[in-house]
């Protein structure tokens, strides 16, 4: 039996692995109305108003309720932290403590948190294996590329493409796009329509044997 065995003292345990955070109580519901949206009966899925209006924990925009959102941004943050514990070995594959500033990568984040979630609660381990394979290198290949040698062991960088995306914005550049779009529209009101191309339209032949209220053929 060693010394640290009989004494008890030594380096405290500590486990192999950490767990994929749990996302916190509102984030939860969100996720149980989507499944009620998708699977509930009639009764339920009424209850929920437009599906349209729901959440998504996905797409953090969707999120407009103060705390929910305040939710997201936690469960994604503890998300990224565990990401870069568990599965990163070369450093240049970290995700960025300044992530919140690059919207691509909340909005990747937001995307690989959810199919891990559902990945970890599926009854089988095809869908961790698919975010193993597929949906992790994936995401880590793309920021990478995207923020190539910036916000490297050195604070947050300002955004390379500023410039030319106020370019884009200049009322110059605005006005140009929208007289293609309407070069393109006067396209389609001036050129003839091709006989095959016309939508059929139906009318009424003797319609005074028809009801027009009931629509019932009289005798």
């Known amino acids: 039996m060693s010394e640290h065995t009989r004494t008890g003292r030594g380096p405290r345990p500590q486990p192999v692995?950490?767990?994929?955070?749990?996302?916190?109580?509102?984030?939860?519901?969100?996720?149980?109305?989507?499944?009620?949206?998708?699977?509930?009966?009639?009764?339920?899925?009424k209850a929920l108003g437009n599906p349209a209006a729901l959440a998504r924990p996905w797409d953090p925009p969707t999120c407009i309720d103060p705390e929910l959102r305040a939710e997201v941004w936690d469960w994604l943050d503890r998300v990224a932290t565990w990401i870069n514990h568990e599965y990163v070995w070369d450093p240049t594959a970290m995700i960025p403590p300044c992530w919140p500033k690059h919207p691509h990568l909340v909005h990747e984040i937001a995307v690989i948190a959810d199919l891990r979630r559902r990945a970890g609660l599926a009854l089988t381990?095809?869908?961790?294996?698919?975010?193993?394979?597929?949906?992790?290198?994936?995401?880590t290949d793309r920021m990478r590329q995207r923020l190539k040698a910036q916000c490297e062991d050195q604070d947050h960088q300002t955004w390379p493409a500023q410039g030319r995306h106020k370019r884009h914005l200049a009322h110059n550049a605005v006005d140009e796009r929208g007289r293609h779009f309407q070069n393109d529209l006067n396209t389609l009101?001036?050129?003839?329509?091709?006989?095959?191309?016309?939508t059929p339209r139906l009318r009424l032949v003797n319609h005074d044997q028809v009801d027009l209220i009931t629509g019932e053929t009289l005798d």
């Open 17 to 45: 692995l950490e767990g994929f955070p749990r996302p916190g109580r509102r984030v939860e519901h969100a996720y149980r109305e989507l499944n009620v949206a998708l699977y509930g009966d009639d009764t339920e899925k």
């Open 189 to 198: 009101t001036d050129a003839p329509v091709p006989p095959e191309a016309r």
């Open 125 to 139: 381990s095809e869908a961790l294996e698919e975010w193993h394979r597929y949906a992790l290198p994936a995401f």
